[in-house]
């Protein structure tokens, strides 16, 4: 494609947005900001959207969007050398002072280094210039492990870009030097640079230690930046509108951040900590300043039902003529008025995440519920005249037995029982889709140091549950392959060694096989060795707010089957958090 068939491009697409920022460059900090996926798969990121919109509110910077081509071209604009443009007004992004990435999934590490490949610049730091744009590496990742990506990153924002956005342009204003830049950077709270740290190693391979620089000023470990309180901030919510996305012209809008249900496989539940809950009259006057290029709302939120005026916003939201579509539900949160409310506005499908089969192995895994309580909530969903429920398991948790996948299975039916009872009257069955993922033991949570089960063993349960499950009718599973879930671990539980697989596999279309072969790399050190000894892990170099001490005794809670708290109480375990000092 010729440089002006792209901006032909670009100006098509703009041409069907509404709400996107066209500022004049001069005298302004530039910013690229880069999804690594598709414009489809990004600009249905509120995360994505609320750093563009973030950034532009800063009166003396400009942000454009920036987006991996689509599959069949990205190899010819990589031959070609074509620059990569932004979106708002074509400019190549290498022109940039920033260029930074908002990842939200461990599948776009190749991504990130297509796109600095197409921008013309080095993928390694080590490689770049001061010439070349800063490149900074944020989004949800961050709060996980971003230690894969540490050689590609000038600087890794870890935390929320409410806070980090605005600390990182005031160190720009600064200078622009990578010499003072970087160390002014790395003496700010969630500010990493990974240049700034040698990484120590045992002879095993374990890491022994990060080491700062000697009188670069950059901290022993690196403080996650938070927002104290959400009362005085812009809920995040859609600010560009398109039809060409995967969720179409839905306004998406975040309602509550955080949930305190703690969870001990859930790095979401541990890293959004505390729950701050959005001003629910300004998520109203911003869904009712959407309705004119929206007719359906998203509410993005781990535990929705934690904002207090939850009900409140429901009905604001429907008597401006919106349908809802909540993310997930929590199960304790199902109540007869918040059903009955997505129902009356068009939800004919409720998601929900039992995870286990049983009660004994939900205590193992503190998720604060019961069979009879999910059933209630399987009622209270199927009275209300939603028509389809969609289901969350994992297996390969500490402890399971066949007994737990058996409970799976009786679990459901119980369910389809309930649902088989409410349609018959309307003479309309639904259909209830499991989804069943083996656990990747995440970084930040009670499971960081467990090695991923054998395959051998997870592929075993995996056909047990199938075939447990086969001949139901109505109920339809999908339950994940192994070799997917393997590489994805890697990814999520890798350090800075990582990153030259990454590369491969960037170089070879995405064959992780090949990619790990070809680099040598000991694959299975990272994923199915237990970690419980080590003195150091990868994403250590981030303190995300929670002691290891804690996580050790939610383990070993975990193994004696006891809750954090009593059920019913979860809303306490929020004093048991280091809350942000
Ligand atoms: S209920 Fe558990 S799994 Fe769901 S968001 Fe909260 S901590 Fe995570």
New binding site residues.
């Given amino acids: 494609m010729k440089h002006w068939e792209h901006r032909a491009r670009a100006r098509e697409i703009l041409s069907r947005e509404v709400g996107y920022v066209q500022k004049p460059h001069g005298g302004r900090l530039r910013v690229a900001l880069a999804f690594p996926n598709t414009y489809f798969v990004g600009m249905s990121s509120l995360g994505f959207q609320t750093v563009y919109r973030l950034f532009n509110d800063i009166e003396d910077v400009v942000c454009e969007r920036v987006f991996l081509p689509p599959k069949q071209e990205l190899r010819a604009q990589l031959a070609s050398g074509a620059p990569l443009l932004t979106l708002e007004s074509q400019t190549p992004v290498a022109g940039f002072d920033v260029l930074a990435f908002s990842v939200s999934f461990e599948w776009d590490y190749t991504n990130i280094v297509s796109m600095l490949r197409l921008a013309g610049l080095p993928p390694r730091a080590a490689d770049r210039s001061p010439r070349h744009p800063l490149v900074v590496v944020g989004g949800a990742v961050t709060f996980v492990n971003p230690e894969p990506l540490a050689p590609f990153a000038d600087v890794i924002a870890a935390g929320e870009g409410e806070v980090l956005i605005p600390d990182l342009m005031d160190a720009l204003r600064e200078g622009r030097e990578r010499d003072g830049l970087l160390p002014r950077l790395a003496a700010k709270r969630g500010f990493y640079v990974p240049s700034l740290y040698s990484v120590h190693y045992e002879p095993d391979g374990r890491i022994a230690g990060f080491e700062p620089a000697a009188g670069s000023g950059a901290p022993p470990v690196v403080k996650k930046a938070a927002v104290k309180s959400a009362e005085r901030l812009d809920p995040p919510a859609t600010s560009i509108f398109t039809p060409d996305t995967e969720f179409g012209s839905r306004f998406l809008v975040e309602v509550v951040r955080g949930?305190a249900?703690?969870?001990r496989f859930?790095w979401?539940?541990y890293n959004y900590l505390p729950v701050r809950a959005f001003p629910a009259d300004r998520i109203l006057e911003l869904a009712a300043g959407a309705r004119r290029h929206s007719s359906r709302a998203g509410l993005v939120s781990?535990?929705l039902c934690d904002h207090p005026e939850i009900e409140r916003l429901l009905k604001g939201l429907l008597e401006m003529g919106y349908s809802i579509s909540p993310a997930s539900l929590?199960l304790d949160d199902l109540t007869d008025p918040i059903v009955r409310l997505l129902r009356e506005s068009g939800e004919r499908s409720i998601t929900i995440?039992p995870?286990a089969g049983s009660d004994r192995l939900r205590r193992v895994i503190n998720?604060t519920v019961t069979d009879d309580e999910i059933l209630r909530a399987a009622e209270v969903i199927f009275s209300n005249g939603i028509e389809n429920l969609k289901l969350y398991y994992m297996i390969g948790l500490p402890t399971e037995t066949e007994d737990d996948l058996t409970a799976i299975r009786d679990l459901t039916v119980q369910m389809r029982e309930i649902m088989i009872r409410h349609a018959r009257p309307r003479g309309h069955l639904g259909r209830i889709v499991g989804s069943v993922n083996p656990l990747i033991p995440k970084p930040g949570t009670a499971y960081q140091w467990l090695p991923m089960e054998d395959p051998a063993a997870t592929e075993r349960k995996a056909r047990t549950l199938r075939r447990l499950l086969a001949g139901i009718d109505n109920v339809y599973f999908n339950i994940k392959s192994e070799r997917h879930s393997y590489y994805q671990a890697l990814l999520s539980l890798g350090d800075r060694r990582v990153a030259d697989t990454i590369e491969a596999a960037e170089r070879n279309g995405g064959q992780w096989r090949a990619a790990v072969a070809e680099t040598g790399l000991d694959a299975d050190f990272y994923i199915f060795r237990d970690r419980s000894a080590d003195a150091v892990l990868p994403w250590d170099i981030i303190d995300g707010g929670m002691k290891a001490s804690f996580f050790r005794s939610e383990f070993q809670k975990g193994l004696r089957e006891e809750w954090t708290l009593p059920p019913k109480r979860q809303r306490e375990n929020i004093r048991l958090m280091p809350v942000l000092d």
């Fill in positions: 949930c249900n703690l969870c859930c979401a539940g781990i535990a929590r995440a995870e998720k």
